[in-house]
């Protein structure tokens, strides 16, 4: 089972800073099949980003996704006050599927 | 527009039996894998199973395997989740979730919005 490690656990910042998010991966994610999950309170998971750095439709370009192997980063630019959420990283390379802890990035 | 709407949540007690059902609209039901995932309290994103879209691929993680049955009905746009032997570790909101593509390295893109499971005496 490929255990997803995400870091912070907490990120603090201002609308218009960027937040970086790392996913660390126990072995290395075939093909990199990773994909981040934003949820906002009282909704379900959104889809940003796919194959790592692929973004689902719909998403704004303040949202980069990157990485290869075991290390995994998504990246948001001018943080927006939508964006203030939890974010999770999933690895559907093999099986079990399986997701990160989940990085929250609050207000600061 | 995808929605995704999961019922049959609810309280039961241990070593009970629960049916989870969803109900798909919006896409072709039948072209997509669907999967179940849940969150227990305090703990992380669990995927639990999957089935494509002819029901001839169906894997379940260990925690559920012989005890959990997923299964889909094309014809009504319904997925299905069959538990039984439930245990208090199986409390949690169950997901439904589509994946495309239809293939092993199918990801999540839509989910619904959930439906409560508590296991207790």
């Known amino acids: 089972e490929i255990v997803l490690t995400q870091s912070p656990g907490i990120l603090s910042l201002s609308p218009g800073e960027s937040a970086t998010l790392s996913c660390g991966a126990s072995q290395t994610v075939y093909r990199h099949f990773l994909a981040w999950y934003q949820e906002r309170p009282g909704q379900a998971p959104r889809l940003l980003m796919y194959g790592a750095s692929t973004r689902a439709t719909g998403i704004p370009d303040r949202f980069s996704g990157s990485g290869t192997g075991t290390d995994f980063t998504l990246t948001i630019s001018r943080l927006e006050p939508e964006d203030f959420a939890v974010y999770y990283c999933?690895?559907?390379?093999?099986?079990?599927?399986?997701f990160g802890q989940g990085t929250r990035v609050e207000i600061k | 527009q995808v929605q995704l709407v999961e019922s049959g949540g609810g309280l039961v007690k241990p070593g009970g039996s629960l049916r989870l059902s969803c109900v798909a609209s919006?896409?072709?039901?039948?072209?997509?894998?669907m999967n179940w995932i849940r969150r227990s309290p305090g703990k992380r994103l669990e995927w639990i199973s999957y089935?494509?879209?002819?029901?001839?691929?169906?894997f379940y993680a260990e925690s559920v395997k012989g005890r959990f049955t997923i299964s889909r009905d094309n014809t009504k746009n319904s997925l299905f989740l069959q538990m039984d032997n439930l245990k208090a570790e199986d409390t949690a909101v169950y997901y439904c979730?589509?994946?495309?593509?239809?293939?092993?390295?199918?990801?999540?893109?839509?989910w619904g919005q959930g439906s409560p499971v508590i296991v207790s005496s």
């Open positions: 979730a589509r994946a495309l593509p239809e293939n092993f390295y199918a990801y999540v893109d839509s």
């Open positions: 919006g896409f072709t039901f039948s072209d997509y894998y």
């Open positions: 089935i494509s879209g002819s029901s001839r691929t169906i």
């Open positions: 999933q690895q559907y390379a093999s099986l079990p599927r399986t």
